[in-house]
């Protein structure tokens, strides 16, 4: 299993409930079905990866997260994850609410905006940065919303969501002492669990 899937089942309890916003080819899922028990669904937009999906035994919808998620009642699960999508969704604001409405917490993760490589591309190249954890150009990037770990905590912060954890790592997955002093400037991928703000906790 993929390196940032490993971190992201430790955090997951046997027996969850679980949604998987744009899953891919249900790796994660299928995983976690057979060695935590999880009873879990995938959305997925790309046919290929549904397939994928169905041939591991994978619940999945085919579903743009673009158009909401508005088809799911509240409460119907205990965690939503959405791995490296967040950049890439016209409005993840509403969407991250939508995710803690549907599920009780969720995992998001994303790649980092601010790591020094991009902030020295852009002051001495004046280019958008391309950077192994940002490898397209500027003109065919399937990421929109660009963020740092700084923005993403402060949009939290402004919704009221409560940051149980957070994990930060470097390109290769690893935490390094310096990571941890310095994570805006030197992680690379973040691994936030949230919850509901306290008012609206259960």
Known sequence: MRADLRIISDLISPG???LDLGCG???LLAWLQT???VNGYGLEIDPTNITACLAQGVNVLEQNLDDGLGNFSSDSFDLVVMTETLQAV???DVLLGEMLRIGRECIVTFPNFGHWRCRLQLMLRGRMPIARH???AWYDTPN???CTFIDFER???ERGVRIIERFVVDASHANPPIINRFPNVFGTYAFYR???PTSAAH
Request: hydrophobic content about 30%.
């Open 90 to 92: 016209k409005r993840p």
């Open 35 to 37: 060695h935590k028990q």
């Open 25 to 27: 080819t249900g790796e």
């Open 194 to 196: 949230l919850g509901r």
């Open 134 to 136: 940002l490898p397209h």
């Open 16 to 18: 969850a409930r679980v």
């Open 144 to 146: 929109i919303r660009l």
């Open 155 to 157: 949009l939290c912060r």
